[in-house]
């Protein structure tokens, strides 16, 4: 499974391709970020991002793009430029016809350093040892990159577990709701059955 990882993110986007065997091991092909110009209108620089997640799609053709989640931040413009950077890449997947996976910041840090608390630099530290790098990618918004299309590889099999899970117990709930309705709609003929056969004797019975 390859995987493009994405940090959103208006003035840095850090892009980040995995491939994945399905177990523990993973391995880089790739590592980037997108630098807009902080001078430029919001659409434009949304357009950069859009643009350039749109070269990665088409260079690596990954199987799905991981992206982080936007959380609450104190700063409310922080916020909402990842939020739009985050729309917009998700946008780009979905015309490529790829999935989307959303996870929050505290998964990625526990699935890539089993401490959902962890910071920037540990994150860094592990997804460099993890993927067996020469070197530390920088900035952080690299290293975040890499780090959800690993939490993503790693992840991905119990996600699919679950939804598995999820959908036969759906579907035995379904079988039980059907068998319900089956057997309550038996009842209910048998009960229009003897009233019908009492209504008859009744009719039957001759009167004094």
């Not at 991002?49 to 199987?63: F, G, K, Q, S, T």
Request: hydrophobic share 45%.
């Amino acid at each position: 499974m390859r995987v493009l990882g994405v940090d959103p993110g208006l003035t840095r986007c850090g892009l980040g391709v995995v491939d994945g065997d399905g177990g523990r091991q993973v391995a880089c092909v790739d590592v980037g970020v997108v630098r807009s110009d902080v001078d430029l209108p919001v659409d434009r620089r949304l357009l950069v991002v859009a643009d350039e997640v749109e070269r990665w799609i088409a260079r690596h053709r990954p199987d799905v793009v991981a992206v982080e989640r936007v959380f609450s931040q104190h700063n409310v413009r922080t916020v909402m430029g990842t939020a739009q950077a985050s729309g917009v890449v998700a946008l780009v997947a979905a015309r490529a016809g790829l999935p989307v996976a959303f996870h929050t910041p505290s998964e990625v840090k526990a699935a890539v350093t089993g401490a959902g608390r962890a910071d920037k630099a540990q994150v860094t530290t592990m997804v460099t040892r993890v993927l067996g790098l020469a070197e530390a990618p920088r900035p952080a918004d690299a290293a975040d990159a890499l780090a959800l299309a690993i939490c993503h590889c790693w992840r991905a099999p119990m996600m699919t577990r679950m939804a598995e899970a999820e959908r036969r117990a759906a579907e035995i709930a379904k079988a039980h709701k059907a068998r319900l309705a089956a057997a309550q709609r038996e009842r209910q003929k048998q009960r229009q059955q003897l009233e019908k056969q009492r209504l008859a004797e009744s009719a039957a019975r001759p009167r004094r």
